[in-house]
């Protein structure tokens, strides 16, 4: 059993508190900013027979006695360093779900330094975990280049059918939009997915390489009547003599699959023929990473360098 402090009850958020519970680790304190959840208890806002109650900043929440705390709010490395380094000095293992965080190096070089610095000081470790990234579009892929001799070629294509998602992540690919305001809120960095970057670093990470000559992409996806469907992003680089291509394609009309071709010898073809479900498989990442977490070196790491057994 795990004593753990969730930072973050949104959706996401409360299905990691459910999940964990269920697998006998203890909540033992809630942070969510929301006025409207403050000093509520989990049982009253979900249900759940928790009674823990919520506090509106890390300072407040009790984590004397805790061991590992998940945050699960926000996507950029320069939101949440200020947070995730108030849990580091606690003295408490981090795993988060904010995106940039998964190779944190490239968004946010100062930033990634400091917490390094700051977890290796304080003897916890921090990692970002999720579906994408942090499995089906890195970790997956690295695994699978591990079989091949000298791989030339490294092509991942992740397709999401968004209708089937959250209202959330229709909002993030600018479902409904029109193309002029697809583009402004674009240029305003308030659309796509965050993260695609991050993977491609990670897959050179894998190799031994680091990514460069990298370039990315966001493209909408359009309908009749100028109406956005969604988008279509990529990233692609070079690991050493490796190319590495990042497909991703988030819309109401996708069909649910990802794909992993690595062209080496032997090259080799993965495909997932419904796609990787990415908020079960999120909840599931974390709470591996909270088992996981204290057998691993301190410091800022990847998901690379997570143990695959808690044992």
């Given amino acids: 059993m795990v004593k753990v402090v969730l930072c973050g009850m949104g959706a996401i958020g409360t299905e990691i508190l459910k999940h964990l519970t269920e697998r006998g680790h203890e909540v033992v304190a809630v942070v969510d900013p929301d006025p409207a959840k403050a000093e509520k208890t989990v049982a009253e806002l979900t249900g759940l027979p ?8 890390i300072q407040q929440a009790p984590l004397d006695g805790a061991e590992v705390a998940v945050y699960s709010a926000r996507s950029r490395v320069g939101d949440v360093a200020a947070d ?16 940039e965080m998964a190779y944190p190096s490239h968004a946010g070089a100062d930033e990634a330094a400091k917490l390094d610095a700051l977890a290796k000081g304080k003897g916890v470790t921090l990692v970002g975990v999720g579906v994408n990234p942090g499995f089906v579009m890195d970790w997956v892929p690295a695994v699978v280049a591990s079989a091949s001799k000298s791989p030339t070629k490294i092509h991942i294509v992740r397709s999401v059918d ?8 229709q909002r993030k690919v600018g479902v409904g939009l029109s193309r002029s305001e697809f583009d402004k809120r674009l240029a305003e960095g308030k659309l796509g997915h965050i993260g695609l970057a991050e993977s491609a670093h990670l897959v050179a990470l894998s190799l031994g390489e680091e990514l460069k000559d990298i370039k990315e992409g966001v493209f909408p996806v359009l309908g009749s ?5 969604g988008v279509r992003q990529f990233a692609e680089g070079r690991g050493g ?26 090259s ?18 974390v709470a591996h990473g909270v088992e996981r977490i204290g057998k691993a070196p301190a410091g800022l790491i990847t998901v690379l360098d997570l143990p695959l057994s808690g044992r």
């Fill in 225 to 229: 009547e100028d109406y956005v469907m």
């Fill in 50 to 57: 928790l009674g823990v109650r919520v506090h509106p900043s």
């Fill in 268 to 285: 080799i073809k993965v495909r997932f023929e419904k796609g990787v479900f990415g908020d079960s498989a999120t909840v599931a990442m």
């Fill in 84 to 99: 995730i380094g108030a849990l580091l000095s606690a003295g408490l293992d981090v795993v988060t779900t904010s995106e």
């Fill in 241 to 266: 003599k490796c190319q590495i291509r990042l497909d991703l394609e988030m819309t109401t009309t996708s069909a649910d699959f990802d794909v992993i071709e690595v062209t080496g010898d032997p």
């Fill in 162 to 169: 968004v209708s089937r998602r959250r209202s959330q992540l």
